[in-house]
């Protein structure tokens, strides 16, 4: 029996495929779950639509992601934060303070999950962090911190 997945399936497939089971698997398990539907004419041609339309949208979202990044590159972020002695912070410098600084600034909206700082921001100066705005598009952003 013929089948398109409608989901990933441990040993058999990933979503969208089109697979030849045995007849009694498909009918008495992938079927009813839902985790199949029969590889018909037009089944298939909605599969390939769906196909075409989630490419697109990727498509869309990379182009996003790389206008952003080169966006981001050219932006140096001024934070203003309280500082002690000798130009220490009280604190670190967070993800979500860039993150919020970015959107006031800039109206640029970064999940703060995706700001990467690979050391605490601790002190007054310069400091690079990598944004990660895609799966295949990672951009720097430049964070200036000065004292108040």
Do not use: C, W
Request: glycine residues 6%; without cysteine; positive net charge.
């Amino acid at each position: 029996m013929k089948i398109i997945l409608t989901q990933d399936v441990k040993d058999l497939g990933k979503k969208g495929e089109l697979r030849d089971v045995a007849d009694g698997y498909g009918r008495n398990f992938l079927l009813p779950r839902k985790l199949a539907i029969p590889a018909t004419e037009g089944n298939r041609q909605d599969l390939a639509h769906k196909l075409k339309k989630e490419d697109e949208r990727r498509a869309r979202e990379q182009a996003k992601a790389e206008a952003d990044a080169a966006r981001l590159a050219e932006i140096v972020l001024p934070l203003k934060v309280k500082t002690g002695s000798a130009g220490r912070l009280f604190g670190a410098v967070t993800n979500k303070e860039i993150a919020d600084n970015l959107a006031e600034l800039y109206d640029l909206r970064v999940d703060r999950r995706k700001i990467e700082i690979k050391e605490p921001l601790k002190a007054v100066g310069e400091y690079t962090v990598a944004v990660k705005l895609h799966a295949a598009v990672t951009a720097s952003l430049r964070i200036n911190i000065e004292a108040l």
